[in-house]
């Protein structure tokens, strides 16, 4: 039997359980236990706004995308040479190629980013998901055609789609530049639209049309900006990564979802911020249990004198009043965990709080509960208030 957490257990339940000091003790174990609360369902939000962000962004980040790590361009074959199709892991690979454009319809034009994909960037992206209305196609029976947003419609005064009612693609004729002439200084392409499809603002300005139509608008023969590959399912990405990495060497630079995508990244550091100065907090709010362990030695002051005259050492004598601070700790620990868990799950199953703006593309907050995080805002908070607790008790006991 540990005999300090014995003593200590029966101070808190003694007769004189209901004394104010032991009823501040109760207060002051719950106000621990309401950052605990709050960092759970925090850490799940996060958790929850990354989730969204991630499938938004799924229809246009790659599981791995392939670029030259000098230029902006290269030059497919050579990378085709590779046979990156058949790397174990591999599921499907589209080549694409982006650059900016100007779209003119009638009087009107507006700039855009036109990136330009092959036959299999559907079947490597799920980006049918987000269509609107139409097909994703980029050729209708021999007729170049393209994919818009409502943004690249509503700024060409586009009032219906078609195929049979094209628009025009200027870009910069790298070939041939006059200052003389310029209108000689630009290719033109003309597309109709063959589907419309809607992700996000930061995606409103970008067109899709084919990888061969873009190779002559912008006279870049069989060169691409990037190759975006789809991993198989059950395969390691970072694994996946690593093997094209090594067989394409320096030439190459390859990077995952994670490593292409800055958003990814920023909200993981602000994740972890947050949950440091979450610690502050609850370091503050740990600083609750001095005034409660200082008001229990000096009320236990005969207690001590008379375990001290029965051959108690001073040592024992500490580890009962840490012992006791402990017990809060983990009381507060526990509760909080607990009730942030069922909070976050709630939230997480049935959606309870909800945004209330039709505009958004979900209704409630979304959440995911993660219980690695569980586990780091317990271990966490444990760690802080122990230090305190300890801290507290022996420089009573000088």
Same mark, same amino acid.
């Given at each position: 039997?540990?005999?300090?957490?014995?003593?200590?257990?029966?101070?808190?339940?003694?007769?004189?359980?209901?004394?104010?000091?032991?009823?501040?003790?109760?207060?002051?174990?719950?106000?621990?236990?309401? %950052?605990?609360?709050?960092?759970?369902?925090?850490?799940?939000?996060?958790?929850?706004?990354?989730?969204?962000?991630?499938?938004?962004?799924?229809?246009?980040?790659?599981?791995?995308?392939?670029?030259?790590?000098?230029?902006?361009?290269?030059?497919?074959?050579?990378?085709?040479?590779?046979?990156?199709?058949?790397?174990? @892991?591999?599921?499907?690979?589209?080549?694409?190629?982006?650059?900016?454009?100007?779209?003119?319809?009638?009087?009107?034009?507006?700039?855009?980013?036109?990136?330009?994909?092959?036959?299999?960037?559907?079947?490597?992206?799920?980006?049918?998901?987000?269509?609107?209305? =139409?097909?994703?196609?980029?050729?209708?029976?021999?007729?170049?055609?393209?994919?818009?947003?409502?943004?690249?419609?509503?700024?060409?005064?586009?009032?219906?789609?078609? %195929?049979?009612?094209?628009?025009?693609?200027?870009?910069?004729?790298?070939?041939?530049?006059?200052?003389?002439? %310029?209108?000689?200084?630009?290719?033109?392409?003309?597309?109709?639209?063959?589907? +419309?499809?809607?992700?996000?603002?930061?995606?409103?300005?970008?067109?899709?049309?084919?990888?061969?139509?873009?190779?002559?608008?912008?006279?870049? @023969?069989?060169?691409?900006?990037?190759? /975006?590959?789809?991993?198989?399912?059950?395969?390691?990405?970072?694994?996946?990564?690593?093997?094209?990495?090594?067989?394409?060497?320096?030439?190459?630079?390859?990077?995952?979802?994670?490593?292409?995508?800055?958003?990814?990244?920023?909200?993981?550091?602000?994740?972890?911020?947050?949950?440091?100065?979450?610690?502050?907090?609850?370091?503050?709010?740990?600083?609750? +249990?001095?005034?409660?362990?200082?008001?229990?030695?000096?009320?236990?002051?005969?207690?001590?004198?008379?375990?001290?005259?029965?051959?108690?050492?001073?040592?024992?004598?500490?580890?009962?009043?840490?012992?006791? =601070?402990?017990?809060?700790?983990?009381?507060?620990?526990?509760?909080?965990?607990?009730?942030?868990?069922?909070?976050?799950?709630?939230?997480?199953?049935?959606?309870?709080?909800?945004?209330?703006?039709?505009?958004?593309?979900?209704?409630?907050?979304?959440? /995911?509960?993660?219980?690695?995080?569980?586990?780091?805002?317990?271990?966490?908070?444990?760690?802080?208030?122990?230090?305190?607790?300890?801290?507290?008790?022996?420089?009573?006991?000088?």
């Amino acid at each position: 039997m540990n005999l300090s957490r014995y003593i200590a257990r029966r101070y808190l339940r003694s007769r004189n359980s209901h004394s104010v000091i032991n009823i501040i003790a109760r207060v002051s174990t719950i106000a621990m236990a309401v %950052p605990v609360v709050a960092m759970v369902v925090l850490m799940s939000v996060f958790n929850g706004l990354e989730g969204m962000l991630r499938n938004i962004y799924l229809a246009v980040d790659a599981d791995i995308v392939i670029s030259s790590a000098e230029g902006t361009t290269f030059v497919r074959d050579s990378l085709a040479s590779f046979d990156i199709g058949q790397v174990e @892991g591999v599921r499907s690979v589209s080549y694409t190629l982006e650059q900016g454009a100007i779209a003119e319809y009638r009087d009107n034009r507006t700039m855009l980013r036109v990136k330009a994909v092959d036959e299999a960037y559907a079947a490597t992206l799920p980006i049918e998901r987000h269509l609107t209305s =139409g097909y994703f196609m980029t050729d209708y029976e021999g007729t170049p055609t393209a994919v818009a947003t409502q943004h690249i419609l509503l700024s060409l005064r586009m009032t219906s789609i078609s %195929p049979a009612e094209p628009f025009s693609l200027y870009a910069i004729n790298r070939q041939r530049i006059s200052t003389i002439l %310029p209108t000689g200084g630009y290719t033109r392409r003309d597309v109709g639209v063959a589907g +419309i499809y809607n992700i996000d603002d930061q995606h409103s300005d970008v067109l899709f049309i084919s990888l061969d139509e873009a190779q002559r608008l912008f006279n870049y @023969g069989g060169r691409c900006s990037a190759a /975006e590959l789809a991993v198989a399912e059950g395969a390691d990405v970072e694994r996946v990564r690593s093997r094209l990495a090594t067989l394409l060497g320096d030439e190459y630079r390859v990077l995952t979802r994670d490593e292409g995508n800055t958003i990814y990244r920023l909200m993981a550091i602000e994740k972890w911020g947050v949950f440091l100065l979450s610690l502050i907090v609850m370091a503050i709010a740990s600083l609750t +249990i001095v005034g409660v362990l200082v008001m229990v030695i000096i009320d236990k002051r005969e207690e001590r004198a008379t375990l001290l005259t029965l051959g108690a050492t001073p040592s024992l004598v500490r580890r009962v009043f840490t012992s006791q =601070g402990m017990m809060m700790v983990w009381r507060s620990m526990v509760g909080g965990v607990v009730v942030g868990v069922v909070l976050t799950l709630l939230q997480q199953h049935f959606g309870l709080v909800r945004i209330g703006a039709a505009s958004l593309m979900v209704d409630a907050y979304p959440v /995911e509960l993660q219980w690695g995080d569980v586990v780091a805002v317990a271990v966490g908070y444990y760690a802080v208030a122990s230090i305190i607790v300890r801290l507290t008790v022996r420089a009573m006991e000088r």
